[in-house]
């Protein structure tokens, strides 16, 4: 919306894009830190999947090193599966969503605000899972290019994430529907913050790394271009 | 009910002839390759149907774009279409290759980027299929299921990218060749002519059963629309 | 207040609203009456911006949907069934959310104020999860009318709600409509209809196709306006 619409009495007539935005956000966060559904499920989720990891594998300390980028992003690709699903899951039960398109602010504020929301959780959740994962395989994750990767893949994933989830709660299939849809999308992210991960790891040189690192950057736009275009299609009859 | 277009039935014959000629030329006419032998006459269908599968996805993606524009059935029904086509030549290009690559790579499959994005892409493409199934309300179907194509559409290349970080070893016989693909060869003259009717032919074949499908979609309607007549 | 002409609203193949005209003046109170499958839901859809007209034009509080929706937004209150709240939120945060979305001024006194309006006052702190269904009704009627909307939107507002409650709603909606609001309500409980409104429409398969003032019924008597409406034939368009 190019011009700023103003009402008879002088008012705008569109909330803000930030405002609406920081309200969806802050909606959310705090809603998940008093009930702490979605944090504990992903979390104890993701836990398990670690544990699960270590006897699917049989690894020993050497294999471990080998494994843990994947291990990783695999924990983080079905942890956000479950997040997503549930944030969007809130909306659609008792149909908030349709409260929340009542509201006389711009689509694409709605999506953000879920969109910010879903990051955060799930960086909250590596937050917690990474350190865990140091002192159980005694491996030093803390290395900054890792740590940036994971924002960087975390983004890409929740971006396409929150769109699909947006479309998954309202089919019959809902749960199981999103993972099929999503997985498949998000692939590229998943290839592509294994492969840096795992050279940041390794302590490769930056130009092996790099081509990963804009694929990351270029899915996380191209995605989020297309998500605030086709967002207004998903919630819109 | 109106009949068959009469510009249907002269495409689905010139189509058929095509496809006769087209099995004589590739079994009889084409030279055997000197090193692979036989089965490299494979590739004449593997690449045109791969071709086929481009088309029928193109051409939904073009469909998803004007249903979300126009907001008109019918683009519900040419998108769907160029899916079910797109999923079934694609799914015949991973065959044939596997075919192939069975005595000349050795194996029935390796984790090539062309070979994966070709699988990503069907999965994708059946993913839509499911979401298309999770919903009733035909409007909304139509809707998701537009936005669904576009958004797969755009990893599709992506998941490419991410997946050529490792290396290649798919042979790239049209264009530049890559120095370390295994089992290129040269075309010669005769493999050349055979090669692009391969193609014409197919393209021909495309569009036939895109407008078969098609048509289906929209007496499939006409029949939902009688049934509702009568029922109300 | 609202003025809709010849609108179209088609789901796929199915045509639900088929050229329905209506026209509410500000001030009426309209219960929109109809059989299941009317498209009563749809009507409120189209009108409260949530759905698009295939045909027809749309005007609301003097906008045009759907080219100046969020004008139409801010004016508009909506209150269904459901309560479109956050159990996991206190009352007062559902309403400091709300309060954000549609940018009301001094929002603290606004939602002290909502709370006494509908009875609420003293469980601001409290989860929606622990409300009983009447208590998230009438917060649910605190949200819609949370940002002084010109026109109220209620689609079956008293479904799953027992006797008490429903009083209690009555009560709210007479209190929130006292101001001079525009009103359309769906509800199959006639009785309780023709309490509130001032004027019935019937809409059946897809248009209006009777309308009345409440002046204009004997007392009782909207059953028997409902019953003739509903049975004529389709071809007609307006009677009574």
């Known amino acids: 919306m190019g011009l700023k619409a103003i009402s008879r009495d002088g008012q705008p007539v569109q909330t803000s894009f930030l405002r609406s935005m920081w309200a969806v956000v802050w909606k959310d966060t705090t809603a998940e830190f008093r009930s702490r559904e979605l944090l504990s499920a992903m979390l104890v989720f993701s836990l398990l999947v670690v544990l699960i990891f270590n006897f699917a594998l049989e690894l020993n300390a050497r294999e471990r090193q080998e494994v843990t980028a994947g291990v990783i992003w695999v924990t983080i690709a079905f942890a956000g599966t479950l997040g997503l699903n549930r944030s969007m899951a809130v909306e659609k039960d008792g149909n908030c969503l349709d409260g929340l398109l009542l509201a006389p602010v711009d689509r694409a504020a709605i999506y953000f605000g879920k969109v910010i929301s879903n990051l955060l959780f799930m960086l909250i959740v590596m937050v917690i899972i990474l350190p865990i994962y140091s002192i159980l395989y005694n491996q030093n994750l803390f290395v900054p290019g890792l740590l940036g990767t994971i924002v960087l893949g975390i983004i890409g994933y929740v971006v396409s994430g929150t769109l699909l989830a947006s479309m998954s709660v309202q089919t019959r299939t809902r749960d199981v529907l999103l993972p099929i849809l999503h997985l498949p999308v998000a692939l590229p992210v998943v290839i592509a913050a294994v492969r840096a991960s795992a050279y940041f790891l390794q302590g490769q040189p930056m130009d092996l790394i790099w081509p990963s690192i804009n694929l990351l950057i270029g899915y996380n736009v191209i995605f989020t271009a297309a998500a605030y275009m086709l967002f207004d299609f998903v919630v819109q009859e | 009910m109106q009949s068959k277009p009469v510009a249907l039935k002269v495409l689905d014959g010139v189509t058929v002839s095509l496809m006769a000629v087209s099995v004589y030329l590739v079994l009889v006419f084409a030279p055997m390759e000197a090193v692979m032998g036989n089965v490299q006459r494979v590739f004449y269908y593997h690449v045109a149907a791969g071709w086929v599968g481009m088309i029928g996805f193109l051409f939904a993606v073009f469909a998803a774009v004007m249903y979300l524009w126009k907001g008109d059935r019918k683009w519900d029904v040419m998108e769907l279409a160029g899916i079910e086509v797109g999923l079934i030549f694609s799914f015949i290009n991973i065959v044939t290759g596997s075919i192939w690559a069975r005595p000349i790579w050795n194996t029935w499959w390796t984790w090539d980027p062309r070979l994966v994005t070709a699988t990503i892409m069907e999965l994708v493409y059946i993913a839509y299929l499911m979401l298309r199934q999770g919903i009733d309300d035909p409007e909304r179907r139509a809707r998701f299921g537009a936005i669904y194509a576009i958004v797969g559409f755009l990893s599709v290349p992506l998941s490419f990218f991410s997946i050529r970080i490792w290396r290649t070893i798919h042979p790239v016989v049209i264009g530049s060749g890559d120095a370390g693909a295994e089992g290129s060869f040269d075309m010669t003259a005769d493999m050349r002519t055979v090669f692009f009717f391969c193609l014409i032919t197919f393209t021909f074949l495309a569009v036939d059963l895109l407008w078969h499908r098609v048509r289906l979609g929209f007496l499939a309607d006409k029949v939902e629309q009688l049934k509702m007549q009568l029922s109300s | ?240």
């Open chain 3, 1 to 240: 207040m609202i003025r809709v002409n010849k609108l179209v609203k088609r789901f796929g193949l199915k045509t639900i609203l088929r050229g329905l005209d209506i026209q509410v003046e500000p001030g009426e109170f309209v219960g929109l009456l109809g059989p299941n499958g009317a498209g009563k839901t749809t009507f409120l859809r189209i009108l409260s911006s949530l759905a698009r007209p295939n045909l027809g034009s749309v005007e609301v509080a003097g906008y045009q949907l759907p080219q100046q929706a969020a004008q139409v937004r801010s004016r508009l209150g909506v209150l269904s069934h459901q309560p479109l709240l956050y159990p996991n939120l206190s009352g007062e945060e559902n309403l400091t959310f709300f309060g954000r979305l549609y940018n009301v001024a001094n929002l603290g006194s606004r939602i002290a104020e909502v709370f006494e309006l509908v009875g609420l006052a003293g469980r601001e702190r409290d989860l929606v999860r622990t409300y009983s269904r009447g208590m998230q009704q009438r917060l649910a009627i605190g949200r819609a009318t949370l940002h002084n909307p010109d026109v109220l939107l209620l689609d079956e507002p008293y479904t799953g709600l027992d006797q008490d409650a429903s009083e209690m709603l009555d009560d709210v909606l007479k209190k929130v409509t006292r101001e001079g609001r525009t009103v359309v309500m769906t509800s199959h409980d006639l009785a309780r209809a023709q309490d509130l409104c001032s004027r019935f429409d019937v809409l059946s398969r897809g248009k209006i196709v009777a309308t009345t003032s409440r002046d204009g019924l004997a007392r009782d008597g909207l059953l028997a306006f409902y019953r003739a409406a509903i049975s004529q034939p389709a071809e007609a368009t307006h009677g009574a």
